[in-house]
């Protein structure tokens, strides 16, 4: 079964630091990965998706790496705003489970 | 565009009551599913649908049913509220269940409190 794993659960830091958010898994046998944001009282808005095949993702200030040998993917954050305050959750589509699991999230705060 | 519309937005049940929580999404997807969010236990996956006419149980079935008779619509019933069933539901769509680049979409979330 895959578990997900977030690390820290919450994080604090002063606006423009540059910072990076960890996803853990335990199950290398994943077709892709997506990293959300999810704000107060809101759904979940997709930030970056990389394939299985893939080494890292970009969108304007947001780096997204996958290291499927070890586990491991990173959401990494340049120049942070107040704005970018939210949680942050990691999801795998797993191939054998042919289903989305997702990491608890990590809670954000930038601040000003 | 809408994208995944869900309703109602809150809800307070009694237990035993019997309720539907509408969704729907306008992006022609073929699959649907529904997660109930809690506390410490992260996102779960209730039901999912990989087409009309084709549901299926994902990790936390028990109390819900579900149907997909159009595209477009994919309502949750809990059958006979309690009080566990208290959580904040979401509904997502993605235009296939294996495709490449598959990316997920949310609806805004339906609060559900059963007392």
């Known amino acids: 079964k895959q578990e997900v794993t977030q690390i820290p659960a919450a994080l604090s830091v002063p606006e423009g630091e540059n910072l990076v958010l960890n996803c853990s898994f335990t199950?290398?046998?994943?077709?892709?990965l997506q990293w959300f944001r999810q704000d107060p009282g809101k759904g979940l808005t997709s930030l970056l998706l990389?394939?299985?095949?893939?080494r890292e993702q970009t969108s304007g200030r947001l780096n997204a790496s996958l290291d499927k040998s070890s586990g491991r993917s990173t959401l990494y954050i340049a120049a942070s705003q107040p704005g970018d305050s939210a949680t942050y959750l990691c999801?795998?589509?797993?191939?054998?489970?042919?289903?989305?699991?997702f990491g608890d999230g990590t809670t954000l705060t930038v601040k000003p | 565009n809408a994208g995944v519309t869900q309703t109602p937005k809150f809800q307070v049940l009694k237990t035993g009551q019997s309720m539907t929580l509408q969704c729907a999404q306008d992006?022609?997807?073929?699959?649907m599913s529904w997660y109930r969010q809690d506390p410490g236990m992260g996102l779960r996956l209730i039901h999912y649908?990989?087409?009309?006419?084709?549901?299926d149980q994902g990790e936390v079935p028990n109390g819900y049913n579900v149907s997909r008779s159009t595209t477009e619509d994919f309502p949750l019933r809990l059958l006979s509220a309690a009080p566990s069933q208290t959580s904040v539901y979401f509904c997502?769509?993605?235009?296939?269940?294996?495709?490449?680049?598959?990316?997920?979409?949310f609806g805004e979330g339906s609060w559900l409190t059963v007392v």
């Open positions: 649908s990989v087409g009309a006419g084709i549901t």
């Open positions: 199950d290398s046998a994943i077709y892709n």
């Open positions: 997502a769509s993605s235009y296939s269940r294996q495709a490449t680049g598959n990316t997920i979409y």
């Open positions: 999801a795998l589509y797993n191939t054998n489970a042919g289903k989305s699991t």
């Open positions: 990389i394939q299985s095949s893939q």
């Open positions: 992006m022609n997807h073929e699959y």
